[in-house]
């Protein structure tokens, strides 16, 4: 895909999102310093403390502008020989080509799409969670708008979705005309034990463990369905209250 622009530099916030990771191919620990196979080091803006993700968001963004509207790095490329002329790799000195900079502040677009951004669709704020960032205007997307309005053509990922579907039914708990603030609302994350039968643990009571052995037990060996088990494990959780 064409596109002139290519990112040099990008200024990270001092202090970071925390959220627990998203899969569980993440490591427990790990810092935003990182080391290659072939030693050297790069950085990243995510890091791992203690199961926790840490990460640093942009508030600047440098770009490279390649001139004439070429695509990125098809004019400001440069080339690295050897003591006998041959061609080893490119250098990255295209970063430092100043006047080729258009310098981005993510935060204050970040502020203009929460204080003003509305979705184009159902009427209703960018809130964390619900964020309205998606667009059906193609690569570019729509028309520039002054800092102090809204962005054209922006929706929510739910209203965004309905546009491409010929008929759907109307839900009054993701529309911001019928509910409000309500839509917008981050939902409530799912406990850890509703999908799966947790494992025994030395801290759980004894009745709990060997209630536990036997259900996985039963499961493994397809005597018991593994949602009737969850089902059977959830009724004496709550009938003998063991956590």
Known sequence: MHSPEV??????????????????NNPKWALPIRRRAD??????????FNGKELY????????????????????????VYDEHGKFVKYSKLWKLHVWHWKITPVFIYGWRRRLFTR???????????????????????????????????????????????ARHA???ATC???????SIKKPEPTPAHANY????????????????????LAVNLNILPHAKALETYKNKLEASKWL
């Open 39 to 48: 030693g050297s080091f790069y950085t990243t803006p995510f890091a791992y």
């Open 176 to 182: 911001y005309n019928c509910t409000g603030s309500a």
């Open 119 to 165: 979705c184009a669709g159902c009427g209703g704020p960018s809130r964390k969670g619900k964020q309205v960032n998606h667009s059906n205007n193609g690569w570019g997307g729509g028309p520039k708008t002054p800092l102090y309005t809204s962005e054209h053509g922006l929706y929510h990922a739910e209203c965004s979705a309905k546009l491409h579907k």
């Open 170 to 172: 109307h839900d009054p």
């Open 56 to 79: 640093w968001p942009s508030i600047i963004d440098v770009w490279h502008m390649e001139p004439g509207g070429k695509d990125s790095l098809t004019v400001c490329k440069h080339r």
């Open 197 to 216: 039968l947790p494992k025994p643990r030395r801290n759980m009571p004894e009745a709990q463990r060997a209630a536990l052995d036997s259900l996985n």
């Open 7 to 24: 990112l040099a530099f990008s200024i990270k916030r001092p202090w970071p999102y925390i959220k627990k990771p998203i899969t569980k």
